[in-house]
């Protein structure tokens, strides 16, 4: 139970690390952050999940790529959830979801030598 409470901790200061890079990616606050790691963590457990499962033949064309595009989407849809969490359209969530990705590895690799 409490690594899931570190993740999810995680997960947040990522989003908040990610909205000091992209331009069109805001959050307003840590409370905001965690409710919306909650709703992406949510959202891509149900819906990117089955969207994932439907697009497997065009990921496996662009080499899992089209994955970061349904990552983007469901920020996407998340912001429009949030209040407090803004992404102002499709290339500030898909560019959010590249760096959310590329911090995940790293926190990964950090929390595996811990």
């Given amino acids: 139970m409490g ?5 999810w901790l995680l997960s947040a200061v990522a ?8 331009p069109g990616f805001h959050v ?3 409370w905001p952050a965690l409710i ?3 709703v992406i963590g949510l ?15 065009l990921s496996i064309v662009t080499l899992g790529l089209f994955l ?4 983007g989407l ?14 102002r359209g499709f290339f500030p969530a898909f560019w959010g979801a590249v760096v959310l990705a ?9 929390a595996k030598d811990a």
């Fill in 102 to 110: 590329l911090l995940g590895m790293v926190i990964r690799a950090v």
């Fill in 43 to 57: 959202l891509n457990a149900t819906v990117g999940l089955v969207l994932k499962i439907i697009t497997f033949p």
């Fill in 74 to 87: 469901m920020i996407l849809v998340a912001s429009s959830i949030v209040r407090g969490f803004i992404v």
């Fill in 15 to 22: 989003l908040l690390i990610v909205s000091k890079i992209v």
């Fill in 3 to 7: 690594s899931l409470l570190v993740q």
């Fill in 36 to 38: 919306a790691s909650l």
């Fill in 28 to 30: 307003e606050g840590l």
């Fill in 68 to 71: 970061l595009v349904i990552n």
